[in-house]
């Protein structure tokens, strides 16, 4: 497991966007920004320092506030985005959308380090002009493993490709519980596939020579729900950590 930082250490502030959902806490049940507590472990566990991102008010200059975000996994992207009429299987939430795709695009514009994860993954293809499959296990024989029934995570085994920050972080081949029916289609221009499972599912893309400058991964499984495996995270917070002494100070906190 990836150590936290040495005392001292600067603590990157590390966005993540959230569901926006019927919720109860305590002797109350209402609407809540709710982000799973993996995805926050797993970044304070990597030395950042969570800001949730809730989808209302939806503001893109936070990200002049942020060195890293995180697009966290959620319902299916509504397929009117990447030009699809809706599979019977898909369900979205286009307010949703509209904020996760709007966050990803001022990350990317700015260089701001981005990891996309799940749904993150998805909306990240979309953002930049791909699209989906909205329901793999029409697409792939044995696809229902990604998903093997509700709020159960399956497995993937991958292979990274040389050169990759996939495989620097992970090695050669890798595996990560995940949990989607959903999957990237044709590839946006500006990214490249940098990981498979053995059924040619993509696992991972990143920034393509000549796409976006900052440092972009987006994985189609459940690293935070790996608690002892905080290799991805680990290089996030790091490349966020070296974005934000790139900067100036003023430019950390202008709004």
Known sequence: MTAGPAQG??????GL???WQSAAWGVWDGTA?????????????????PLLLPPV??????IGLLDGLIVIGGVDVEPARYGAAPHPATVSQPGRDDHDLALTRAA????TPLFAICRGAQVLNVALGGTLHQHLPEVRE?????????????SVDFTTEPGSIARQL???????????HQGLDRIADGL??????SDGTVEVVEAAVGGPAGWTLGVQFHPEENGQDRRLFGGFVDAARTYATSRTAPERTAP
């Open 57 to 62: 008010g939806t503001d893109p200059s936070v």
């Open 17 to 19: 966007t959230t569901y």
């Open 9 to 14: 250490t600067y603590r990157p502030r590390i």
């Open 108 to 111: 990317l514009e700015t260089g």
């Open 170 to 180: 992970l090695g050669k081949q890798a595996s990560s519980p995940c949990y989607h």
């Open 33 to 49: 920004a709710i982000v799973p507590g993996a995805y926050v472990r797993a970044v304070v566990d990597a030395g950042g320092s």
């Open 142 to 154: 044995d696809a229902a493993q990604y998903q093997p029934a509700p709020g159960v995570f399956g």
């Open 192 to 197: 490249c596939v940098t990981a498979l499972a």
